[in-house]
């Protein structure tokens, strides 16, 4: 059994089909060989009918040859000697026939045969129509063929012969007949036996495959319910098989095994989740507490804004501010008293500067004064300078046409 649950399911199929087809093919190579033996009898017993009909032509065409050779004794009549000799010639066709056909046993009778019906058929028909023809001897010639003739002394080992000849073809044909039943018979026995071999083998098959597929698969299917329904206890002793039964139960472990790290995964799941939950509803406290803290603080600071943009550098932060917003308030107060000390410099700047103001004012007026008199005096330079021009010019021109005339 260990045997089998080590196999391959493909082996197993293989082996129990091929016990089955080997009773088949064993069942019809028999049954095929008394096919072949039945057909071999068949072909004997043909020779041995056709054997038994050219002994049976043979010996009709003896007597033939006996009658019309009576016949031309009673008449005298030379067609009976041409009957004679028309029979002697079927005679020896049936002859070539029995020769033909006959076993290696029967060859020495058939010769024989052959031999003593020429010595009989030249003894008496020949011989003894020649002394019928003579009405001197025709006497000796009707008494070759009387009760106590050398016509009968010379046949009688032709009919030996041919009574051998018979004998052994009946003895051939019963044997072959024999031979033929034989084969029938164990033919038959042969296609009952392999038929119900065959299906005892596949019963046996069957069964053999149900219980080394059938169980297994069943088994199988009974823990993946298991496994499906969570039962991870499950044992699985088909995983010690060396088949492909074996390598499902050790998927099958493998399942349970990642079925069993599942859960206690998501248990630690679960618990990182309680953790994480716990922490962040401790870091929203802190967030919201750490959010009224800025709150104040940006309302305290808002208030603070809103009193310097009305003017009031004298506004201090006076509330208590968180610790992480101390260094805010303070540095918010310093700066509005570095700005109050600022505002207070710029003041006393702003009234120099309005003075000083004055006084650049009336220095531009007497300087715009001073320019438009410079500008006045300006022009006139230039139109002198324009009427100066216009003179060289003049000049220039009346030098031009004096040299022209001078040279033409």
Request: charged share 25%; glycine share 6%; hydrophobic share 45%.
């Amino acid at each position: 059994m260990n045997f089998m649950n080590n196999m391959p399911v493909g082996r197993k199929l293989f082996l129990a089909f091929a016990c089955v087809l080997t009773a088949i093919a064993v069942m019809g190579v028999v049954v095929f060989l008394q096919m072949v033996a039945i057909d071999k009898a068949g072909a004997q017993r043909s020779v041995a009918n056709q054997m038994v009909r050219s002994t049976a032509s043979a010996e009709f065409y003896l007597a033939r040859q006996e009658n019309s050779f009576r016949g031309f004794l009673l008449t005298g009549d030379e067609y009976y000697i041409q009957r004679a000799t028309a029979h002697r010639q079927s005679f020896k066709n049936a002859m070539a026939e029995l020769e033909r056909d006959a076993s290696s046993n029967l060859k020495d009778e058939v010769e024989a045969l052959d031999r003593t019906a020429d010595a009989w058929f030249e003894h008496v028909v020949t011989q003894g129509s020649a002394l019928a023809r003579d009405p001197a001897t025709r006497a000796r010639a009707v008494a070759m063929v009387g009760r106590s003739g050398s016509a009968d002394q010379v046949m009688e080992p032709v009919e030996s012969a041919l009574d051998s000849i018979k004998e052994q073809n009946m003895a051939e044909l019963e044997h072959v007949r024999a031979v033929s039943a034989a084969a029938s018979r164990t033919a038959r026995w042969t296609l009952g036996i392999g038929i119900a071999a065959a299906i005892i083998l596949s019963m046996l098959a069957g069964l053999t495959l149900t219980r080394g597929i059938g169980g297994p698969v069943l088994k199988m299917v009974e823990h993946m319910k298991r496994l499906i329904g969570g039962d991870t206890s499950l044992q699985v002793p088909e995983a010690v098989r060396k088949d492909e039964f074996g390598a499902m139960g050790q998927a099958i472990i493998a399942f349970r095994d990642a079925a069993i790290d599942k859960v206690r995964v998501e248990a630690e799941a679960a618990d990182a989740r309680e953790k994480a939950e716990a922490e962040r509803r401790r870091n929203l406290t802190a967030t919201e507490a750490a959010a009224e803290e800025q709150a104040a603080v940006v309302s305290a600071l808002a208030q603070g804004l809103e009193k310097l943009s009305a003017g009031d550098l004298t506004y201090r932060l006076t509330q208590t501010f968180p610790s992480d917003y101390v260094k805010l308030q303070s540095d918010f107060n310093a700066a509005m008293a570095q700005l109050k000390d600022a505002m207070s410099v710029v003041v006393s700047n702003v009234s120099a500067i309005r003075s000083g103001s004055g006084e650049i004012s009336h220095a531009a007026d007497d300087l715009s004064r001073r320019t438009e008199q410079q500008a006045a005096s300006l022009e006139e330079t230039a139109a002198a300078l324009d009427q100066i021009t216009a003179t060289v010019n003049k000049t220039a021109a009346g030098a031009r046409q004096a040299s022209s005339v001078v040279q033409g």
